[in-house]
């Protein structure tokens, strides 16, 4: 059993930043890859970014390319997604997920999940 929480989400003007963070419970987090989609009301569930669980490799979606920035922590079990100079298109809820498989790049690679956390970006 892998239990995934999310924090750090919330209200921010556009050209903000804000970093989110994933609590994961498990024995063996070193063994999982890690993460980051999000879905805007009335839309799919999108990837965002992921990191192996080395760390070393970490893909983006195009459309934060160079403005969020995936990092994990083995030694405390915890994967964070550092957002910047954020858009109105950037809100959504953002779901943290581990996955056994790479690459993690569709919603059906992932499997556990966060119950999510809110992102709501402001004019």
């Known amino acids: 059993q892998v239990q995934l929480e999310e924090s750090g989400g919330g209200l921010v003007q556009a050209g903000g930043s804000l970093r989110l963070s994933c609590s994961v419970s498990?024995?063996?987090?070193?063994?999982?890859?890690m993460g980051w989609f999000r879905q805007a009301p009335g839309k799919e569930r999108e990837f965002v970014a992921a990191v192996d669980w080395t760390g070393g490799r970490t893909p983006y979606a195009d459309s934060v390319k160079g403005r969020f920035t995936i990092s994990r922590d083995n030694a405390r079990n915890t994967v964070d997604l550092q957002m910047n100079s954020l858009k109105l298109e950037d809100t959504a809820v953002y779901y943290c997920g581990a996955a056994g498989v790479w690459p993690v790049a569709q919603s059906w690679d992932v499997d556990w999940w966060g119950k999510g956390t809110l992102v709501t970006v402001s004019s």
């Open positions: 498990v024995r063996t987090f070193s063994e999982y890859n």
